[in-house]
């Protein structure tokens, strides 16, 4: 290892131990990688439900690849909605289907990721098999409709996810709960 390399191992080692110096092995590498990757799914997500809301055909179903890629086949799919009635489903293309028609009254949208904690219980072994895991993920959700009126959704994610060998890690459990909202009326 050459003198950079020395260097960004140990910075990066310094901030993902919290400041605390420790000695990186390959288990807190992989714990490192895993969690990264597990906070990219929702991330993707994010990025899918604003291609969903688009309402332009190629784009939601460029948002329904993503979905399919981060869900399990049977996800199961929990969001509270206005008035505190939930939505539930099971399948990606189930909560397409949800996405799609909560998002057609709005010309845009934005979904904005802030904190994300992962848990990790475990990696998958040598053979790719096994690994689970936790995730929050507070979201800030903008939404736009024609009339000028701003909607904001604020709430948290709370994930389960797990690994699969030759696909990775996958959400195969999500709960949205709304934690406050707000409607702006521009127009006045």
């Excluded at 110096?21 to 807190?28: L, P």
């Excluded at 934005?110 to 979201?139: D, F, R």
Aim: aromatic share 10%; glycine share 10%; hydrophobic share 40%.
């Amino acid at each position: 290892m050459n003198i950079k390399q020395w260097l960004v191992w140990g910075i990066l080692t310094f901030f993902s131990s919290g400041g605390v110096i420790v000695q990186a092995g390959e288990d807190s590498t992989a714990e490192m990688v895993a969690k990264q990757e597990i906070e990219y799914l929702q991330r993707w997500y994010a990025r899918a439900t604003d291609l969903i809301g688009s309402n332009v055909p190629d784009q939601i179903e460029e948002g329904r690849g993503i979905y399919h890629r981060i869900f399990t086949p049977d996800v199961s799919i929990q969001a509270s909605a206005a008035g505190g009635v939930y939505y539930e489903v099971a399948g990606p293309d189930e909560w397409v289907k949800v996405v799609a028609t909560a998002l057609s009254v709005f010309d845009a949208t934005q979904h904005l990721l802030g904190t994300q904690i992962v848990e990790l219980a475990s990696l998958p072994n040598a053979g790719g098999e096994g690994g689970e895991a936790t995730m929050s993920s507070y979201l800030q959700a903008w939404h736009s409709d024609p009339d000028r009126v701003i909607d904001i959704y604020i709430g948290t994610y709370t994930s389960k996810v797990r690994y699969t060998a030759g696909v990775g890690w996958q959400i195969y459990e999500m709960r949205l709960q709304k934690v406050a909202g707000e409607v702006i009326d521009k127009s006045v």
